[in-house]
């Protein structure tokens, strides 16, 4: 098993704890920004990839949810978005599979990519069923120097936690 299937499968599990991963962060600190982004440029279709759970997502949004790690939402999603936001996701993807979803996010958009990265180690630990080796939740910790080089475009925004 590659890191990045690794990382999936601690993040599914941890997903199945109904007291983890509430989706706080999207609605603590994205979603007055989003919503401005989607009155300023008539944004009609979302995408939110890496939805985790949905449990705060505003339902005017009629977004498309997925989410790898949580089964009601892990179809692929189909097309292509006015909007895609991604929200404290991208640190829990192994590095060498960074330049690859980062690709993925921008074939999805049509339009804007909103993304928000955390560039210091979680509080959480993710283990295995069975298993006593505990993972940091965030396998890529990095500046936001890093970052800006990986996920640029005119129609990107990029925030970062600390």
Same mark, same amino acid.
């Given at each position: 098993?590659?890191?990045?299937?690794?990382?999936?499968?601690?993040?599914?599990?941890?997903?199945?704890?109904?007291?983890?991963? #509430?989706?706080?962060?999207? /609605?603590?600190? #994205?979603?007055?920004?989003?919503?401005?982004?989607?009155?300023?440029?008539?944004?009609? &279709?979302?995408?939110?990839?890496?939805?985790?759970?949905?449990?705060?997502?505003?339902?005017?949004?009629?977004?498309?949810?997925?989410?790898?790690?949580?089964?009601?939402?892990?179809?692929?999603?189909?097309?292509?978005?006015?909007?895609?936001?991604?929200?404290?996701?991208?640190?829990?993807?192994?590095?060498?599979?960074?330049? /690859?979803?980062?690709?993925?996010?921008?074939?999805? &958009?049509?339009?804007?990519?909103?993304? &928000?990265?955390?560039? /210091?180690?979680?509080?959480?630990?993710?283990?295995?069923?069975? &298993?006593?080796? /505990?993972?940091?939740?965030?396998?890529?910790?990095?500046?936001?120097?890093?970052?800006?080089?990986?996920?640029?475009?005119?129609?990107?925004?990029?925030?970062?936690?600390?």
């Amino acid at each position: 098993m590659d890191r990045y299937e690794l990382y999936l499968e601690l993040a599914r599990v941890h997903h199945q704890d109904p007291l983890t991963w #509430h989706g706080t962060n999207l /609605r603590d600190h #994205h979603i007055d920004a989003i919503n401005q982004l989607i009155q300023k440029h008539r944004i009609e &279709s979302i995408l939110d990839y890496g939805c985790g759970k949905a449990l705060h997502h505003p339902p005017e949004w009629r977004a498309t949810l997925y989410d790898p790690a949580v089964p009601k939402y892990s179809t692929p999603p189909q097309g292509q978005y006015d909007l895609v936001i991604c929200t404290d996701v991208l640190e829990h993807i192994p590095e060498e599979h960074i330049d /690859r979803i980062v690709a993925q996010l921008k074939q999805y &958009s049509k339009g804007w990519l909103y993304v &928000s990265v955390c560039c /210091r180690l979680a509080k959480d630990k993710l283990t295995m069923p069975n &298993s006593m080796k /505990r993972y940091n939740a965030h396998v890529t910790v990095k500046p936001q120097a890093w970052w800006r080089q990986r996920i640029q475009g005119e129609r990107v925004i990029l925030k970062f936690t600390d």
